[in-house]
Nanobody
């Protein structure tokens, strides 16, 4: 059974940086997309960054130039480097891996940006 385990969240001041990581236990085949979602308080979950198996990336406008998503295909891991953090980046961040027939989610990791 596949599980996604996230790490790296925490409390940081505005302008600071955090790196989130997500590791998959178990084998995942035919990955079509890996991504990170943010769920701010009282808001729906939204995609902030994604990466395809070929390495093509996409970002929400709100994080372009500040966040970078990377993946290590051999280990089925995906990371999110978050720089120049803003208070509006606060929320629970979820890792997501999609395959041709499945959709996996991590348990979420809290990111709080506050002075």
């Amino acid at each position: 059974q596949v599980q996604l385990v996230e790490s790296g969240g925490g409390l940081v001041q505005p302008g600071g940086s955090l790196r989130l990581s997500c590791a998959a236990s178990g084998s995942i085949f035919s990955i079509s997309l890996m991504g990170w979602y943010q769920q701010a308080p009282g808001q729906p979950r939204e995609l902030v960054a994604s990466i395809t198996p070929s390495g093509r990336t996409a970002y929400a406008d709100s994080v372009k130039g500040r966040f970078a998503i990377t993946r290590e295909r051999a280990k089925n891991t995906v990371s999110l480097q978050m720089n120049s953090l803003k208070t509006e980046d606060t929320g629970v961040y979820y890792c997501n891996i999609r395959t041709v027939d499945s959709n996996y989610w991590g348990q979420g990791t809290q990111v709080t940006v506050s002075s």
